[in-house]
């Protein structure tokens, strides 16, 4: 019994260090495919300079806003419709921590809000 009780510790130290390997890991390759999506739609979005910006948050999450620095307040709804339809084309999901319930992402981006990115439509 006395070895039982440490060894259950451990036990659960590794399981949820495992889970957290997992989230990273899925992050990462999250970031990577939104990444990709937009070069390959000709967005720049290499920071720090990019017009486009794709954080990895220390919530785990993906993060895409603007570099507000780089794009003019005349190109943001082009630029922003142009990230959203290539994100879901690609079976990205964007969506608004601020306004769960908004519908126009591409509306929330263009506003310079950071937006986050999901798997799935």
Known sequence: MAAAVPATHALGDAIISAARAVDQYKMVQLRATTVQVLVRAQIGCQAPSGPVLVSL??????????????????????????????????????????????????ERLTLGEMLVTRFGT
Not at 64 to 91: P, W
């Open 57 to 106: 948050g220390n919530d785990l999450r993906i993060w895409v806003s603007f570099n507000l620095g780089t794009v003019s307040e005349n190109d943001r709804s082009d630029l922003a419709e142009g990230v959203v339809k290539a994100l879901v084309d690609a079976g990205l999901r964007l969506s608004s921590q601020m306004y769960p319930q908004a519908e126009d992402m591409a």
